[in-house]
């Protein structure tokens, strides 16, 4: 089975803990410690059906914007309960809907709308939609939608 790899200094199963209480349908699948009842080398977990590793490799590597969890969510409510977990004890709130967690690792956190509106014939309505999410740090569903249909928000 492929997965992505996420390095982290030692925290791995910190931090797979916390992802898998934030997601439906996810799980920690195994932890390898070495030696066997030593500290953590590799923790297996699976978000939303989709499969990670992290990796304790220590200090070396760190975590950057150039791998982010992308989490489509259905409403307001949900963008608003993963930015305020995901931003919380730590984290850093980033523009047009990314935000970095506690542990490093980025997020773009996006309402249903902002896909739909991007991929829509409506080039002129796609714009507006785009232009509205470059104004904006934590996503707004009504704002997007408003701006994709050519209202005043």
Request: aromatic share 8%.
């Amino acid at each position: 089975m492929v997965r992505t790899c996420l390095w982290y200094d030692d925290n791995a199963l910190e931090a797979a803990e916390f992802y898998v209480s934030l997601l439906p349908n996810s799980s920690i699948d195994s932890i390898v410690r070495t030696p066997p009842d030593g500290p953590v080398v590799v923790v297996e977990f699976t978000l939303d059906g989709t499969p990670y590793m992290g990796l304790n490799g220590g200090p070396r590597h760190k975590l950057s914007e150039a791998v982010s969890i992308s989490v489509p969510t259905p409403d307001q409510a949900e963008t608003d309960r993963l930015w305020e977990a995901l931003s919380a004890d730590g984290g850093e709130e980033i523009q047009c809907g990314w935000v970095r967690d506690r542990f490093g690792l980025y997020w773009q956190i996006v309402p249903e709308i902002m896909p739909r509106a991007l991929a829509s014939d409506d080039r002129e309505a796609a714009s507006r939609a785009f232009q509205a999410m470059l104004t904006m740090t934590k996503l707004d569903a009504a704002a997007l939608e408003a701006a994709f249909k050519g209202e005043n928000a």
